[in-house]
C-alpha cells in the first residue's frame, strides 16, 4: 500500500472512530438514569420473588446492591434466593454481609440460623442467631420461634421446642400451618418443610 492509501485508510478509520464515539455520546445524552431507587429496585425483587420469578428477583437485588452497597434487604434478599436453589454457601455469604453491616438484623440472624441448621452443622451458633433475631424480631417472631423449635430438636430439647412452637401458634392462630414445625393434634411431632427436615424451607 502506497503512503497516500495509507494515510486515507488511516483518516477513514478516524473519522469512523469519530463518529463512532459521537453516535456514542448522544445516545448517553438521551438515555435517561435508572428512574427507580435502589429500594424500588428490592420492593420490585420481592413481588418477583413472590411470584417465583427468580431470575427477576435476583436482577432487582442486584441492581438495588449497585445503587446501594450496604442495602440489608438486598443482601438479605440474594441470600433467600440462593438458600431456594440449595447454594447455602453463597446464602450464608450475603447473609453474613448483611450482618456485617446491622448485626441485629432479625432477618439475616434468623435466616443465617436456617442454613446452619439444614446442614446439620453450628447448631450452637444457630440458637445464638435465632435468639439474636428474637431480641427484635417483630412480626417475624413466629418465624423465628419455629426455627428455634427445629434447632431445639436437633439439640434434643423437646419441651423446649413444643414451648416455642405453642407460643408461635399463639401469635399466629389464622396462618399456623405456614410454621414448619407444627405440634400435631395427638401429641406426635410432625416436621414441614421442603427437604422433610426442620429448617429445610425458605428462609424469611
Not at 437485588?61 to 443482601?75: D, I, K, N, V
Not at 418465624?143 to 413444643?162: C, K, N, P, S
Request: hydrophobic letters at 40%; proline letters at 4%.
Amino acid at each position: 500500500m502506497s503512503g497516500l492509501g495509507r494515510h486515507m485508510r488511516s483518516g477513514v478509520c478516524a473519522m469512523i472512530l469519530a463518529g463512532a464515539a459521537s453516535a456514542c455520546s448522544a445516545q448517553r445524552a438521551i438515555m435517561p438514569a435508572d428512574p427507580l431507587t435502589a429500594e424500588e429496585h428490592v420492593r420490585l425483587g420481592s413481588i418477583y420473588e413472590a411470584q417465583h420469578l427468580n431470575d427477576l428477583a435476583d436482577q432487582e437485588f442486584q441492581t438495588a446492591l449497585g445503587q446501594r452497597p450496604r442495602s440489608t434487604t438486598a443482601l438479605v434478599g440474594l441470600g433467600n434466593l440462593a438458600f431456594k436453589r440449595g447454594a447455602f454457601g453463597a446464602a450464608q455469604d450475603y447473609y453474613n454481609r448483611a450482618l456485617a453491616i446491622e448485626p441485629n438484623h432479625p432477618g439475616a440472624n434468623n435466616n443465617l440460623a436456617m442454613v446452619y441448621l439444614t446442614l446439620g452443622n453450628r447448631v450452637d451458633e444457630a440458637e445464638r442467631l435465632a435468639l439474636t433475631a428474637l431480641n427484635s424480631a417483630g412480626p417475624l417472631r413466629p418465624h423465628v420461634l419455629d426455627t428455634l423449635a427445629g434447632i431445639y430438636r436437633r439439640q434434643g430439647r423437646e419441651r423446649d421446642a413444643q414451648d416455642a412452637l405453642k407460643e408461635a401458634e399463639a401469635l399466629m392462630p389464622g396462618d399456623s400451618t405456614l410454621l414448619r414445625n407444627r405440634i400435631d393434634r395427638r401429641g406426635v411431632n410432625s416436621t414441614v418443610g421442603a427437604e422433610g427436615s426442620a429448617g429445610a424451607v425458605e428462609p424469611r
